[in-house]
């Protein structure tokens, strides 16, 4: 009995041993080396194309797309963009009528391995109306990259400012000539301008009016091969003024003066120049 229990007991004995054997199976380690994938990146898109800037301002565009990471969607951990238009080549340096860098897109909410990229971007108004080419690059965590592009074109922008609202022609006695006055023009558009010019007549109810066609205009501060103005607008051919650049606005001033007809009462008579930006 006693050996019984004994040979019972060592059998019992082994049986622990084995089964504890077999419960030690769950310790072992396990182990895989994931590889860093590199992330994908289709065409993007443009807000807007062809492009309609904003005169004397800037414009927001955005080149966008959904990058992928078949290491999940927040292994895109960021990405850049370029703009440039196609009179220079990506690599150039910054430039506003020709070149913008954007160094850090916003990165949307990962979902499974997609991760939205939008790059925006201020055009300002004298970019240049041409072809242009959007670049983005996305880099993930591993520093893996990948780019894509997309074309698109920015529209001719024609459009002034001036730099006064109001032409004073100050007192004149009637029979003589008004000092000269100076109207700044800025060109506030991305192509060289021209500039149309027309008139009223200068009224003062019930006194007769002065007629449009007293007043003169010269691109020469002199007043050197002046023209009369008319009701009917009048296209100055070789204004030619080019568009801004990061240097600062360009303008070109137009000289008016206006020859007061003997006989005209005393008062003061009001009109309207309009001048208006036209494709050069
Ligand atoms: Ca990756
Ligand atoms: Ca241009
Ligand atoms: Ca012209």
Known sequence: MLLKNIILSGLIFVCLVMFAGISFADGADSN??????PPGLPAPSLSEN?????????KTIWCYA???DPNGGADITSASAVFWANTTTMGDPDNGA???????????TASGNDRPVNCSVNLQYYANNTGWTCNITV????????????????NPSIALSLGSPLIE????????TSGTQNEVI???????????VSGTNMVKPPSPPIP?????????????GKSALSGSPYTITTFDLVEATDGGPSTKSIYWAVNVPTGTPFGTYTGTITITAQSS
């Open 32 to 37: 895989v080396t994931v590889n860093n994938q």
């Open 50 to 58: 062809p492009v309609n800037l904003v005169p004397s301002g800037t």
């Open 66 to 68: 959904t990058a992928s």
């Open 98 to 108: 020709n070149h913008y860098t954007v160094a850090s897109c916003s990165l949307g």
């Open 139 to 154: 880099q993930d965590s591993g520093a893996l990259t990948a780019s894509n592009w997309q074309p698109f074109n920015i």
């Open 169 to 176: 022609f100050g007192s004149v006695m009637p029979g003589s």
């Open 186 to 196: 800025a060109n506030r558009g991305n192509d060289p301008m021209d500039v149309q």
């Open 212 to 224: 449009v066609n007293k007043i003169d205009w010269s691109l020469d501060p002199g007043m050197s």
